[in-house]
């Protein structure tokens, strides 16, 4: 199993809706996440960052982390086509004392008007 | 803010060339990393540095050299460039979370 893993997707979601984006992560990974959005051509900018059970507002975003079942998404509210752009989901590697990340493979996301 | 800033957002070399790529940071973080980026395969780490002058290889590091004299910056080297080097690059460094440079899309002909 990869250390961080997400469906490559496209998600295709209907502007004004919530996107939903999903990263599963293994045991060798701490819980400390972070979620990148990188638009085609550009380099990931980081959006989120969440090191707690439970939820954390942003705006328009919402990351949530469940350490029982190994999972961290990321809510899109009222999504707009500008948010169309593949997302990232990384971890800290255990042992890594905290000076590395570990990427999944990033989930496109598609924003229809 | 931090910024992470690549000397170059596009390059074109030839094959044998020697390459530099430069990155600047200017938070005063320790970590810093180049990744290489292709469609289908996602991040993947060349090398990697934590403190001046010290470095790490990463999952590809074939082909490649870095260098990290001052705590700022840090560079990529391609010894002799080739065609499967054609890929875009992107300097990241680690503070509570990884910030990127702009990326530097380099094609080898």
């Known amino acids: 199993q990869k250390e961080v893993e997400q469906n490559s997707g496209p998600l295709s979601v209907p502007e004004g809706a919530i996107a939903s984006l999903n990263c599963t992560y293994s045991?060798?990974?701490?819980?400390?996440f972070f979620w990148y959005r990188q638009y085609s051509g550009k380099s990931p900018e980081l959006i989120m960052s969440?090191?707690?059970?439970g939820d954390k507002e942003d705006g328009r975003f919402t990351a949530q982390l469940n350490k029982a079942s190994q999972y961290v998404s990321l809510l899109i509210r009222d999504s707009q086509p500008s948010d169309s752009a593949t997302y990232l989901c990384?971890?800290?590697?255990?042992?890594?004392?905290?000076?590395?990340?570990?990427f999944g493979g990033g989930t496109r996301l598609m924003v229809k008007p | 803010d931090v910024k992470v800033t690549q000397s170059s957002r596009y390059l074109v070399k030839r094959t044998g060339e020697k390459v530099f790529l430069e990155c600047v940071q200017d938070?005063?973080?320790?970590?810093m990393f180049w990744y290489r980026q292709d469609p289908g395969l996602g991040l993947r780490l060349i090398y990697f540095?934590?403190?001046?002058?010290?470095?790490e290889k990463g999952d590809i590091p074939e082909g490649y050299s870095v260098s990290r004299e001052k705590k700022e910056r840090f560079s990529l080297i391609l010894e002799s460039a080739s065609t499967n080097q054609t890929s875009m690059y992107l300097c990241?460094?680690?503070?509570?979370?990884?910030?990127f440079g702009q990326g530097t899309r380099l094609t080898v002909v």
């Open positions: 045991d060798r990974v701490s819980q400390s």
């Open positions: 938070m005063d973080h320790e970590n």
């Open positions: 990241a460094s680690l503070g509570n979370g990884a910030f």
């Open positions: 540095s934590y403190d001046v002058k010290m470095k």
């Open positions: 990384a971890g800290v590697p255990l042992g890594s004392a905290g000076n590395m990340l570990t």
């Open positions: 969440i090191y707690s059970n």
